[in-house]
T-cell receptor, first 111, second 111 residues
């Protein structure tokens, strides 16, 4: 079954404690991306990757890092989380047809 | 960057037709996506328009006018399960694969 998985699904953490949200896809897609969704602001792109070792900033990259060492995985790293990074995060993988598959989401709370 | 506008909320009656508009202002544009997002769930892909004109997929159709910076999603024979948020997103393309979303239109289908 074609899918995008994210872990963890829910996370409560404290300011400054480094965390990683994993994202994996089993469709051999080259293009992957991360978004955050906040009430009243909609979905905003954080980072995207066009292929292994190729990443670029989206609209709101500050405070985040990503890596793409393998095609299937695209982890999102928060080196020093702050309360303004409390949000719902989605990873997505895009087929050559441009059809985009989203993961189930990770709800992050930073206290 | 991109600026995407769509109505915040709409209400329509079961069995009717509804049109959700989206306007965009761009500095680089490759195509326009539409997604459906039910409350508490991840977005799901509906359509991607690159060329001007109407594309039909069952009860859903999407239209694009590149010269006017305008798109719409047309939903026919509305069903209660169509109650959801509908997101339009502009894809910059041409070396930059940024995807910018509108804030979404919350559609309520009433009996």
């Amino acid at each position: 079954e074609a899918q995008v998985t994210q872990n963890p699904r829910y996370l409560i953490t404290v300011t400054g404690k480094k965390l990683t949200v994993t994202c994996s896809q089993n469709m051999n897609h080259e293009y992957m991306s991360w978004y955050r969704q906040d009430p009243g602001l909609g979905l905003r792109q954080i980072y995207y990757s066009m292929n292994v070792e190729v990443t670029d900033k989206g609209d709101v990259p500050e405070g985040y890092k990503v890596s793409r060492k393998e095609k299937r995985n695209f982890p999102l790293i928060l080196e020093s989380p702050s309360p303004n990074q409390t949000s719902l995060y989605f990873c997505a993988s895009t087929a050559p047809s441009y059809e985009q598959y989203f993961g189930p989401g990770t709800r992050l709370t930073v206290t | 960057g991109q600026n995407i506008d769509q109505p915040t909320e709409m209400t329509a009656t079961e069995g009717a037709i509804v049109q959700i508009n989206c306007t965009y202002q761009t500095s680089g544009f490759n195509g326009l996506f539409w997604y459906q997002q039910h409350a508490g769930e991840a977005p799901t892909f509906l359509s991607y328009n690159v060329l001007d004109g109407l594309e039909e997929k069952g009860r859903f159709s999407s239209f694009l006018s590149r010269s006017k910076g305008y798109s719409y999603l047309l939903l026919k024979e509305l069903q209660m399960k169509d109650s959801a948020s509908y997101l339009c997103a502009a894809y910059s393309g041409a070396g930059s694969y940024q995807l910018t979303f509108g804030k979404g239109t919350k559609l309520s289908v009433i009996p």
